[in-house]
Structures are given as C-alpha cells and as structure tokens.
C-alpha cells in the first residue's frame, strides 16, 4: 500500500492494489534493458510497448521478441511485425474444444490458396459466414453435411463443427511456424530472463530476500536491479500506472 506505483487494479469482481511489472531483457548480454510498471492487470497487449522502448535502447532496428502465451493478441502481434519486432509468442491452448477435449484448431490446416480449412477426417470446411471480432472482420468455416457422416465426430464436435478465423491470421500462422522452427527459443526465454534477478539477490545486494521466497509471501518490491538497469524508467510514458506481477519479454538481436 506505501509503494507508490501500486494502483487499485480490478480483474473480474476482485479488486487488488499493485502493480505489473514488465521488463525485457537482452539475450546477448542477459542484462535488463527495458522496464515499466503497468496497471493492465494482463500482459495481453503489452507486447509491443514493452518491446520498442527495449529496441530504442539497444539502437538497434531488428529484434526477435520471446514472450509467453499471456502476450498472444493478434492485433499486438501484427503491430510487432509491421514495426520489425519479430515475435515468438506460442499459441495458448483456449476455447470450448480444448475444454471439451475434442480436436485443437491446430488440428486443422488452413489451404491458404482455396481459403478453405482441412480437418483431421480430410473434409473440406469451407466459408458459411463472416462477423466481428473487436475490429476484425471473422469468418467462419464449416461442412454440416461432412460432420453429420464423419465417424470422428465424438473426437471433433457435439453437433457440426465450425472453425473462426481472423482476416489478418496469416499473422499468427507465421509466428507458429517460427516457434515451430525454434521451439528451444521458448525454454531460453525462461532461463535468460531469470538470470538478471538472481544478479540482483546475489551480487548486487547480498542478503536480500531470494525472489522465489518472496514472491511465496505475495508482497515483493520492483526488483532492484531493474531500477538499476534502466535509467530512462521515471520518464517511460506509463510508468505512472501499476499489479503485484512480472513478466517479460525477451530479445534477440
Ligand atoms: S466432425 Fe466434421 S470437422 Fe470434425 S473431423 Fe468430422 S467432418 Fe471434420
């Protein structure tokens, strides 16, 4: 309640005071380069602002970005792209067929020339209708008549099965074939970005409380070495806003 970045944050019918820290480190030299606190009480979204500063700071016009699944929005991951930050976000397991177990949207191959979806029985799912998704037109494949037939309907729907997708998805089968190229990419993401926080406990500041403990016990300041790596944080356009978490970003140049 006495740090001054903690902001009354709500997340569904809770409200909790703190902060989101972001911070994005340099896989090179395994230094933080960029830090910021946000009062977003999700990552989703933060992607590309965590990212530029990050870049600025490097000097430096191409990055590779590694973040985890909590980062995944299209809109943001188009943004990256378009600005020459390349992602490696892997693609969050959500929906009611992952929740009913039934077949993963990755399960169908999307036919980029006949813009047409194959499913796992080999049919064709071709487009029904088109809505709206925040600002994005969203189309919706299908083939009724192929699921009333298919003997891998208990696997695949309880009814007919549709598939939805984005008009900018290109976006987002491009970073998954990246990942799939590099799946070691996601692993280094975690060991890089740990190794600037354990400077911190153990060099920078000998016994200060270990960041594992600490976070066990649900309070814990920004950490130290953060402030201490980036000089431009007081200035950052959202430094003023605040939720009890970390997450990062890692970059490749
Ligand atoms: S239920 Fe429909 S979409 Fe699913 S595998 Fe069978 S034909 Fe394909």
């Known amino acids: 309640m006495t740090d001054p970045d903690s902001r009354a944050m709500a997340a569904h019918t809770k409200v909790g005071v703190g902060y989101n820290i972001q911070i ?15 009062n977003d009480v999700l990552d989703i979204g933060l992607l590309q602002r965590t990212a530029e500063p990050a870049r600025a700071m490097l000097d430096v016009e191409k990055i590779n970005i590694v ?23 892997p693609r969050p397991q959500r929906g009611a067929a992952v929740k009913n177990g039934f077949f993963r949207k990755d399960e169908f191959r999307y036919d980029t020339v006949n813009d047409v979806y194959i499913c796992p029985a080999g049919k064709t799912l ?15 494949y299908g083939n009724p008549k192929a699921c009333r ?14 598939i939805s997708r984005l008009d900018n998805e290109g976006v987002l ?17 975690r060991e890089i970005v740990e190794h600037p926080f354990r400077y911190d406990q153990t060099v920078d500041e000998p ?12 309070h814990r300041v920004q950490p130290n070495g953060a402030r201490l ?6 200035q950052h356009p959202w430094h003023q806003s605040s939720a009890g978490g970390r997450a990062s970003v890692k970059l490749e140049r």
């Open 24 to 38: 994005a480190v340099d896989a090179k030299n395994k230094m933080i380069v960029e830090q910021a606190v946000s």
């Open 67 to 89: 973040a985890d699944k909590g980062y995944y929005k299209i809109e943001d991951i188009e943004a990256c792209e378009r600005a020459a930050l390349t992602p490696y976000v």
């Open 126 to 140: 071709k487009r029904l209708r088109e809505s709206r998704l925040r600002e994005l037109k969203k189309i919706e």
């Open 149 to 162: 037939a298919c003997s891998l309907r208990s696997r695949c729907t309880k009814n007919i099965r549709h």
């Open 173 to 189: 089968d491009r970073m998954a074939e990246r990942v799939s190229e590099k799946p070691e990419i996601l692993n280094q993401r």
């Open 207 to 218: 016994g200060r409380i270990p960041y594992a403990r600490a976070r066990k016990r649900a």
């Open 229 to 234: 790596q980036s000089p431009k944080s007081a």
